[in-house]
């Protein structure tokens, strides 16, 4: 089974962002999945779906979206509008009122994914809801193999200009889920750099932004002199198999395409 992750979109309907046309790499994207991964069984998009929270980058990011020949999974980030991403974007029925968060199965495997927006906050959180909704959830699935999938990192990544603005709560957060054995990965957006290690014993990584990336933490920049790195955007193919899980990164354009000023 064969799931597609992008993350961070940053989709705006007209102008750049960051020197990016989110537009072309967002075409690119789905393109790509069509062409080499159309066997997904969905595409999880774990935040920042847009750069701002307006109803008509929503809607263009839809029709964006529509070339994709599998179900979207979107997630909220801190640039999300929680309420216009509930409004224009299909979400499973059971998900959370007033929320982004919800369970998606698929054959041996289920995906939670949890809003951890904090309204016009860069920082994210889950409120005792959320968290309870959660661990009624995991209960829930009694064993099933299962993927937790966010928008801020629970843990520390040693990227010393975006780490403060993390999951909160993310240990209480590892807490919970370290009693679950069946949670075989926890995938998050947010940093745009991809990182990858263990937490309480659960595997976890980060993605890079399907638009542009951040600096690596050397050389030490602030967001005062905070530029883009030049490097190409990719999205991860997950595979379940009878061993495990598969988390490969693929890289779908040149840093070139739609990048102001790329040589």
């Known amino acids: 089974m064969k799931l597609i992750w992008m993350s961070d979109l940053h989709f705006e309907a007209d102008g750049l962002v960051q020197g990016h046309d989110p537009r072309l790499r967002l075409q690119a994207a789905v393109g790509?999945?069509?062409?080499?991964?159309?066997?997904?069984?969905?595409?999880?998009?774990?935040?920042?779906?847009?750069?701002?929270?307006?109803?008509?980058?929503?809607?263009?990011?839809?029709?964006?979206?529509?070339?994709?020949?599998?179900?979207?999974?979107?997630?909220?980030?801190?640039?999300?509008?929680?309420?216009v991403l509930r409004d224009v974007l299909p979400?499973?029925?059971?998900?959370?009122?007033?929320?982004?968060?919800?369970?998606?199965?698929?054959?041996?495997?289920?995906?939670?994914?949890?809003?951890?927006?904090?309204?016009?906050?860069?920082?994210?959180?889950?409120?005792?809801?959320r968290m309870g909704w959660l661990a009624a959830e995991l209960a829930a699935?009694?064993?099933?193999?299962?993927?937790?999938?966010?928008?801020?990192p629970p843990v520390k990544l040693g990227l010393p200009m975006l780490d403060p603005d993390n999951l909160q709560n993310g240990n209480e957060l590892l807490d919970l889920l370290a009693g679950f054995p069946n949670v075989l990965h926890l995938l998050a957006g947010h940093v745009h750099r991809p990182c990858s290690g263990t937490a309480r014993g659960i595997p976890f990584a980060t993605a890079k932004s399907v638009l542009y990336q951040a600096p690596p933490?050397?050389?030490?920049?602030?967001?005062?002199?905070?530029?883009?790195?030049?490097?190409?955007?990719?999205?991860?193919?997950?595979?379940?198999?009878?061993?495990?899980l598969t988390l490969q990164q693929c890289q779908f354009c040149d840093y070139a395409l739609g990048a102001a000023g790329a040589v």
């Open 32 to 83: 790509y999945i069509a062409e080499h991964h159309a066997d997904a069984a969905a595409c999880l998009i774990t935040g920042d779906l847009v750069e701002t929270g307006s109803e008509r980058n929503y809607k263009r990011l839809r029709e964006g979206l529509s070339g994709l020949p599998m179900p979207v999974l979107p997630l909220v980030g801190n640039h999300d509008d929680r309420r």
């Open 91 to 129: 979400l499973p029925g059971s998900a959370m009122p007033g929320f982004v968060q919800y369970r998606a199965d698929f054959e041996d495997l289920s995906v939670l994914c949890l809003d951890t927006l904090i309204p016009g906050q860069a920082a994210g959180n889950l409120c005792q809801e």
């Open 217 to 244: 933490p050397q050389p030490e920049w602030d967001w005062s002199s905070f530029r883009p790195a030049a490097e190409a955007p990719a999205l991860t193919v997950l595979e379940r198999t009878e061993t495990g």
């Open 141 to 152: 699935l009694e064993g099933r193999p299962a993927i937790v999938a966010m928008h801020h």
